[in-house]
């Protein structure tokens, strides 16, 4: 049974950073990447970042390339989302979830961590 466990969630002024963990525990051969999501209130779930533990292969949402950067230590099954320069906009829960290939689609996200709080003031 894969576990994800997100931290690192908090209330920053806008410009501000935070850097979000995910431990990972249980992780079968199925595992192949792992995806940061965030869903604000009212919207559905998005994408903003994922990695292949190989860390081979990284892909960002638009809106938040050259400020978000995602990585990962396969040996220690953590990974890591640092946010700089945040802006309101960025207010959302953020998860963490695994997958058994590259996909940017949550729909084929199979284990998702309970979620962390990200709030940006102005």
């Known amino acids: 049974q894969v576990q994800l466990v997100e931290s690192g969630g908090g209330l920053v002024q806008a410009g501000g950073s935070l850097r979000l963990s995910c431990a990972a525990s249980?992780?079968?051969?199925?595992?192949?990447?792992m995806g940061w999501f965030r869903q604000a209130p009212g919207k559905e779930r998005a994408f903003v970042a994922r990695?292949?533990?190989?860390?081979?292969?990284?892909q960002y949402a638009d809106s938040v390339k050259g400020r978000f950067t995602i990585s990962g230590d396969n040996a220690k099954n953590t990974m890591w989302l640092q946010m700089n320069n945040l802006k309101p906009e960025d207010t959302a829960v953020y998860y963490c979830?695994?997958?058994?290939?590259?996909?940017?689609?949550?729909?084929?996200?199979?284990?998702w961590g309970q979620g962390t709080q990200v709030t940006v003031s102005s």
């Open positions: 979830a695994e997958a058994a290939s590259a996909t940017i689609r949550p729909e084929e996200y199979e284990h």
């Open positions: 249980g992780r079968t051969f199925r595992s192949y990447a």
């Open positions: 990695i292949t533990w190989s860390g081979g292969i990284i």
